[in-house]
């Protein structure tokens, strides 16, 4: 069993994943799920063909991106403990695990000093608190909002935020 699951939604994005995957992909002990949410690019083909390594979720008749109903189906094909739920515009540091110290009772995120930044929404967590915790509300449409509501949701559970600054960076 891998350590780390990395959940990455795509719709219309496959030019910025074809920058990051590589990296996610190279990380130890990682495996790597690609949600294609009914993208008009064929992501879920070419990422089966590009980089065959990836597990591929694809969606399809879904016109209206929902983020959080895409993070929940990669994070169902999930095998590991923790899960990262990374952007697929976010440029992973090469030694991305090694520098993530997880810790039992602990959910990472990026400090809020980051707001407006596209990295908000990257976060890693322990797959079992995120499912305690009724996984990402699909209510919540489109990008923003998501993320804050999980990181109450963990924080009222019992879990402590750890803020990372990880060399991720937007492409």
């Not at 495996?31 to 694809?58: H, L, M, N, Q, S």
């Not at 399809?60 to 899960?83: K, M, V, Y």
């Amino acid at each position: 069993m891998p350590r780390l699951s990395i959940v990455t939604t795509c719709k219309g994005r496959l030019h910025h994943l074809r920058q990051s995957l590589p990296r996610f992909l190279a990380q130890p002990d990682c495996e790597v799920i690609v949600v294609d949410y009914d993208c008009p690019d064929g992501t879920a083909d070419v990422v089966r063909r590009e980089f065959p390594a990836a597990k591929v979720v694809a969606v399809n008749d879904r016109p209206q991106f929902n983020i959080s109903a895409a993070r929940n189906l990669g994070a169902d094909s999930a095998t590991s403990p923790w899960l990262a739920f990374i952007d697929a515009d976010i440029v992973i540091a090469a030694d991305f695990l090694e520098r993530l110290c997880l810790r039992p009772g602990s959910f990472y995120r990026f400090p809020p000093r980051d707001r407006g930044s596209s990295l908000l929404g990257s976060c890693v967590m322990p797959a079992d608190a995120y499912r305690a915790v009724g996984r990402y509300d699909e209510v919540i449409q489109g990008y923003g909002g998501d993320d804050q509501d999980m990181y109450f949701r963990l924080g009222l559970a019992g879990l402590r935020p750890q803020f990372m600054d990880l060399g991720f960076y937007p492409r």
